[in-house]
């Protein structure tokens, strides 16, 4: 292949790459609108209820080619939804929405929550089970692993947290880490994906400095009838530094969702070719 065809190609596969990552497509506050994007089959549902500013949640697409491991689906942050895309060009992005905090949360966490936001939904399983697919990605790596700004959320089904990592332990900073400046070190670390611009990143095209792998939250053998859906998020004892909760289209299912690709996938193909070109290139 000579020279012109490799650099052709890889600009049109830069291209692709660009034109599918992440986009926040708009945000709402209609919780209807948020809750019909994720529903998928054997799922009734009634009228949704969502609390928290306008631009805390919204739809977005392009998540493949971002890294993140799920294509399209509904965005809640603790800042502003437009603020995700990437590349990661600050450490520390904020945004004091002045919303409060969320009492589900507070509960969880220990100390006080602010800027949260959640949506709300009754239920009814045709098979008894759920199961939906989602990424938690934050701000707040790397530098505040094991501090007391541990950002909270949680996917509370009649009560319960359903949101857990690979160990058992609910999903957060604090549990799903590669250690406070990416030493390899940290609990499911292996479910972890660093993009901080103090620890070697950025790798991805996100703006958050690190973020989770895909994880399925599972609950089985529900009671025939009606059973209540919150999802939850917020800042933890302070206003800063964003985190969001980005939950796959279509998967708020009844049965099982599809395998996802490894976060990065295409990213990689599109750095394998730009190798490839700048071999060629040196060789020339």
Known sequence: MNRSAITLLTASVLAASSAQSLVITSTTTD??????????????AGAATYVGDANQSGFFTGGIASGIGIESGIILTTGNAFDAPGPNTSDDTSVNTSSPGDADLTAIVGASTNDSASLTFDFESTGGDLFFNFVFASEEYNEFVDSSFNDVFAFFVDGVNVAIAPDGQ???????????????????????NNNDLDDGGPNFNLAYDGFTDVFTASVLGLSVGFHTMKFAIADTSDSSWDSAVFIEGGTFSDTPPSAVPEPGSL????????GLRMSRKKAA
Do not use: H, W
């Not at 919780?31 to 009734?44: E, F, P, V, Y």
């Open 31 to 44: 919780g209807d609108a948020l809750k019909n994007n994720i529903l998928g089959s054997g799922i009734t």
């Open 267 to 274: 990213a990689l193909l599109g750095l394998g070719l730009i």
């Open 170 to 192: 609910e999903v957060s900073i604090n549990t799903v880490n590669c250690g406070q400046t990416f030493s390899g070190v940290g609990p499911n670390c292996s479910s972890y």
